[in-house]
């Protein structure tokens, strides 16, 4: 609808000479024309029955003309795309180099407002949109906007960061990076006017690389193997790049370059020069970037006939994913509208194999550690948009994929096994769960502890999930049903008669009768006081102290009633929350509660989940408990289990949204106070208020104290428990003269480190407290390694 | 400095649908108010069979789940193909409308929409039947909803006994 508007005030300008003036209609809002401007920018370089360059030489014809009246307009909307739409960077800058040759003014004024903007930006810690500006000024040489020289002083402002004392790597890393990152765009055009100073510039940029320290790259790699992809360091992976970008002559044929088309009408135009920029100062709350590991899954042996895909030092390969990158940054939430813009771009990219590249970045953000740019689930729904809009050619490379995966699964990082086990089982659910399983027979002959078998079990307990058993029963051939999870029934202790001789088994029957005729919590507690206590020898106790049967008993039989779905036992949680309060009133009793939830419903681990949940949001458990109770001796079968670990980070995070929660209603009451007292009249009735406004504020504080406590502990105790059963087995394997490196090892070092990955922002609050009680010195070296790896993503 | 660009501030995933309820207690305004803000949705084409677990499986992708009430036969009280799921907060619920409405679950393709939310029986269907209005009238044949629509039913039954 735009295109044809737009096509339509082209033809019409086109019957004009160049006198002629946008066609005002008298009848038109300013806003109106406003966002017409806006719609027409960024509407530019998509699908279109003109070509770009006749697009763009109308549009700037367009935009020169409305200059007079909407020059701040069209400056902010500039601005705007340089810094949203990266995809569409060498349109843009071709815009801005045309506008410049027909209004050298607003060019200089251009460059004003980027300078000002990225300052912003970078003030505001947003500095993945600050590569794109830095970027967009880069690319405006070759539009002859801005002269080489000066941005070459630019880059040389940046690389002096690596100079600078006392400061997190993290920040210099941020500053050599962007420079490196505008070299594919602009590395040719600087060399050309500027060698000696390029030479320098990179000559100093490689004596930084060589010293940088690179601890964390162990806890950012998706496999622990170097073969068949190397996983490297996002810096040096870039700088080979560049350097075999430099070899090659800076010839680069990949990027999409409008402005050579316009080179007569650019090159008369009158250049301007960047005003000298000084890079803002470290400040202590700056959140720059953590460091990346390069995600390779594929190389140019794997491409299906056609292109050769780019090699992993060729500059393309680093231009084709950023742009692949750029293009789920913005378009993430649209589904559709992602598919189309990947499909536009790449028919107007050179040659590339589109499909493998599109699943190297997709795997590669899904991957990411610590964490992916977006929800997982974004990644499964564009897969499966994807196999749905190609389905002749996309999903046999996505099995492909999927094939390949599966192969190096010996040395995938924990985490990532976690994520492709998630997405695998969700896209097969889509999909009839059709595979061939037989082709994955070699993992039958395994251990069910390695990776393999462990990651085929897993995904067919969450295909169950999304289904259900007999479902799982008939996908799979009869071979692997050593793999196919447990039917998800109740374990139910008081089952029948046979159960008779157990202690509990008489008060089990009175309890649940006295439940279905719904007996009051009264006499409940009554039925209760029948059940004798394990622990205890004479009474003395009028039987309040901890009494484990007493739990089981109650707890049994009444999840047993409820047992029919999540409602029924959420609801029955509710219902005898007192009850359960009471005996739970203990660490004791919490932890025997969660163990007598694991037993009964051992075979459901779904339901487990939920119903630790409800406890912990219902403050039968907390969150300690919960900690406790995973890392206890009864659950050390289970240890490896998926199930367990999504339970405990369920846990970490509903601790955080409580302490930030409380956070917030202080904040809140503090700016109700400011408020308050701005306002003030001296008069008793405002004074009242704000003096309950100061009590509020004053028990809030004690509450985010309180909260803040509890999440620390909770924080201590995991890690605690970690370093316990790590040594322990280091210990041993060490007396013993046995390799460390078990399956159980990897999962559990791993699972250590996911937890500094998945809650990185929380526990660095912690740092501090965790360095002189848990990670000291003293530590066996595996242990501290993960700790140091940690400390480092941020120094 | 920099403008939002509202050509790119695009999230159609998200936007509310045509659909108002009827029975809403409310004027269009009020509901509207709701719908957009509301943390709940409403989640249909769902077969008889669908189960709570398997719906919360699903939705647990996007947020925690704060519940899930799940569609009922006003007269037989069994399942009758759609649900309700409530996050605790609204970016969550956003999410689902983005990734999981138009995917399947239980192998159909569901859908999923602003409700204003749940209120004590919401949870029945509307249809004559017991069930839902729209498998009332359908002419095809579904077997996880029941087979064919109960007014197709009907002149089956007729046309069978006419048959004689």
Known sequence: MCCSFFCASLYALSRHSHTHTWPRRRTSEPIE??????????????????????????????????????????????CSVARLLPEKLTVYTTLVGLLNARNYNFGGEFVEAMIRQLKETLKNNLYNEAVYLVRFLSDLVNCHVIAAPSMVAMFENFVSVTQEEDVPQVRSDWFVYVVLSCLPWVGKELYEKKDVEMDRLLSQIEGYLKRRVKTHVP??????????????????????QVQKLKKDRWQERHILRPYIAFDSVLCEALQHNLPPF??????????????????????????????????????????????????????????????????????????????????????????????????????????????????????????????????????????????????????????????????????????????????????????????????????????????????????????????????????????????????????????LKEVPNPNQEDDDDEGESFNPLKIDVFLQTLLHLAAKSFSHSFSALGKFHEILKT???????????????????????????????????????????????????????????????????????????????????????????????????????FEDEEGQLEEQIERLQEKVESAQSEQKNLFLVIFQRFIMLLTEHLVRCETGSVDITTPWYKNCIERLQQVFLMHHGTIQQYMGTLENLLFTAELDHHILAVYQQFCALQL | MSSKLNALTSDSYTEISQYRDQHFKGNRYEQEKLLKHSNTLYVGNLSFYTTEEQVHELFAKCGDVKRIIIGLDKIKKTACGFCFVEYYTRGDAENAMRFVNGTRLDDRIIRTDWDAGFKEGRQYGRGKSGGQVRDEYRQDYDPARGGYGKLAQQHRSTEARNSF
């Open chain 1, 583 to 685: 005996l739970t009133d203990s660490d004791d009793g919490k932890l025997h509660i969660l163990k007598v939830v694991y037993e009964v419903w051992r075979n459901h681990p779904q339901m487990i989940a939920v119903l630790v949940d409800k406890m912990i949001r219902t403050q039968i458990v907390d969150c300690a408990a919960v900690a406790n109770w995973l890392f206890s001796q009864d659950m050390a079968h289970e240890f490896t289990r998926l199930f367990i670990w999504e339970i405990l980070h369920s846990t970490i995070r509903k601790m955080n949204k409580h302490v930030q929660k409380i956070q917030k209603e202080l904040e809140e009451a503090k700016d109700k106070l400011e408020k308050q007292q701005h306002k003030r009249v001296t008069g008793n009735d």
């Open chain 1, 33 to 78: 024309i406003e966002d017409r401007l806006e719609s027409l920018i960024c509407r530019v370089g998509e699908k279109s029955t003109s070509s770009l360059e006749s697009n763009l030489e109308g549009l700037a014809g367009v935009l020169e003309a409305d200059l007079p009246n909407y020059k701040n307009k069209i400056l902010r909307i500039l």
């Open chain 1, 278 to 527: 000084t890079p803002p100062g470290h400040m202590p709350d700056a959140q720059y970037p953590m460091p990346r590991v390069i995600f390779r899954m594929f190389d140019y042996t794997d491409a299906p006939e056609g292109p050769v895909m780019p090699g992993s030092h060729s500059v393309e390969r680093y231009v084709i994913e950023e742009n692949l990158q750029c293009i789920i940054k913005t378009h993430w939430k649209e589904r559709k509208t992602c598919y189309s813009v990947i499909q536009e771009k790449t028919r107007s990219l050179s040659t590339i194999t589109l499909v493998t590249d599109l699943f190297q970045v997709i795997f590669g953000e899904l991957f990411q550690l610590p964490l992916p740019p977006h929800i997982d689930v974004m990644y499964t729904t564009l897969l499966i948009e994807l196999c749905k809009l190609q389905p002749g050619s996309l999903p046999q490379v996505l099995a492909q994929a999927t094939e390949m995966l599966y192969m190096r699964l010996d040395t995938m990082n924990t985490t990532c096994i976690d994520r492709f086990i998630n997405w695998f089982s969700h896209h097969l659910s889509n999909f009839q769960f059709r595979w061939s399983w037989d082709d994955w027979s070699d993992c039958l002959t395994q251990d069910l502890e390695m990776p393999k078998p462990k990651f085929v079990k897993e995904v067919l307990e969450k295909s169950m999930r999304l289904s259900y058993h007999q479902r799982i029963v008939d996908i799979v051939p009869a071979t692997f049903s050593a793999l196919i999870p447990a039917e998800p029934l109740f374990s139910y202790k008081y089952e029948d008669e046979s159960s008779a001789s157990l202690p509990g088994y008489p008060v089990s029957i009175t309890v649940g009768n006295a439940i279905k005729n719904r007996a009051s919590n009264e006499e409940i507690l009554a039925i």
């Open chain 1, 219 to 240: 806890m950012l790699q998706v496999w622990t193997a170097e073969k068949p992809h190397p996983q490297e360091e996002y810096l040096d992976c870039l700088w080979a």
